[in-house]
């Protein structure tokens, strides 16, 4: 029986050892199932169990695919000049290095500054996951942010035959990508929920999504098709691939409580929004300039043309890792007052 799906499980020591064994020749026979993986070879059969999904690693999948979905291409190497990059890089650099990478000709080279182009690598040793695949890619792709900052992440793909593989990585390496905050803008906007409930349905395990054709069929304008889907990405129930730069759906259980959860700032702002905590000051035409947003540990005084704020949290990150709680409460505040006066 054949059907579609999603299946999350380990591979534990028993299963990559019988994965090792395999030869050219050999016969193997894999079975994904609901709760299960099964791979069977001429040694035998061994089997991985469900688990379950950890509330970070699905945070993480939210983020990622939103931080993706704003990477460019930046440069691409065949195979053979990728693997004597990646082997000098990794040879001669502390594994702790940070470095930009960027394209000269149909080489590579690293720099000291964020020149344009460049890409920037937090950690050099976690590049490392590609060298066993190195004498087996086609070519190099790498990704980054259209305007890279000090600290920015990256993607690099190695393109295999009949596939490939990704390595995205944080601004810093003790940094996941689960607290980034990318998804929070569009988690704030009004009707995404209800959206992502439109849009959840007219998803098909299709290998790309058109961003287009989903605002044709649902009648939404694509920036809440785009905050939908970032809804339904913060569910796991949609990627992005950087190679076709496009959303792609995959079926992970989604719960609209959940989505709350895993996302204590938004929730902390509807809070203050429901409070009446947040005071917006607008100009004579109406735009947003200021809100005054009242807290148990004082006033905080936000700025909505940079979305700065005078909180400790917007001092430490500027906006680095997302708005604050006081900066989504004063635009949820902003874009109440907007809909009900239009």
């Known amino acids: 029986m054949f059907d579609r799906g999603t299946t999350n499980?380990?591979?534990n020591p028993p299963m990559r050892e019988a994965l090792a064994r395999v030869g050219a020749q050999d016969a193997l026979h894999l079975a994904v199932g609901t709760d299960e993986l099964t791979?069977?070879?001429?040694?035998?059969?061994?089997?991985?169990?469900?688990?379950p999904l950890p509330a970070r690693w699905l945070r993480g999948f939210a983020e990622v695919q939103v931080i993706a979905s704003r990477m460019d291409l930046r440069a691409e190497a065949t195979g053979m000049t990728a693997a004597r990059f990646l082997r000098s890089l990794l040879r001669r650099r502390s594994r702790e290095a940070n470095?930009?990478?960027v394209p000269e000709g149909r080489d590579l080279r690293v720099t000291p500054n964020p020149l344009?182009?460049?890409?920037?690598?937090?950690?050099?040793?976690?590049l490392e996951t590609l060298l066993p695949l190195l004498r087996f890619a086609k070519r190099l792709q790498m990704y980054g942010p259209a305007e890279p900052g000090d600290a920015a992440p990256s993607a690099w793909t190695l393109e295999l035959p009949g596939m490939r593989y990704t390595v995205a990585l944080s601004p810093a390496r003790w940094r996941g990508f689960s607290g980034e905050g990318a998804v929070l803008d569009d988690l704030a906007t009004a009707g995404s929920e209800a959206d992502a409930g439109l849009v959840g349905m007219l998803l098909d395990f299709e290998p790309t999504v058109e961003l287009g054709l989903l605002a044709d069929r649902s009648g939404l304008p694509i920036p809440r098709v785009r905050a939908a889907l970032t809804r339904l990405g913060a569910?796991?129930?949609?990627?992005y691939d950087l190679a076709e730069a496009a959303h792609f759906h995959r079926e992970l259980p989604y719960d609209a409580e959940l989505v709350r959860a895993l996302n204590p700032r938004l929730a902390a702002a509807h809070e203050l929004v429901a409070a009446g905590a947040v005071e917006v000051v607008r100009d004579p035409a109406g735009t947003p300039v200021t809100a005054t947003v009242r807290t148990g540990g004082g006033v905080r005084e936000v700025g909505f043309a940079d979305g700065s704020c005078t909180c400790?949290?917007?001092?430490d990150h500027r906006g680095s890792r997302g708005p604050c709680k006081h900066v989504l409460a004063a635009r949820i505040a902003a874009r109440a007052r907007t809909e009900v006066v239009r």
């Open 116 to 126: 344009p182009g460049a890409v920037y690598v937090a950690g050099v040793s976690r």
């Open 99 to 101: 470095v930009w990478v």
């Open 39 to 51: 791979v069977t070879t001429l040694d035998g059969a061994v089997v991985e169990k469900k688990v």
């Open 235 to 239: 569910a796991g129930r949609v990627g």
């Open 312 to 315: 400790p949290w917007w001092w």
């Open 9 to 11: 499980v380990d591979f």
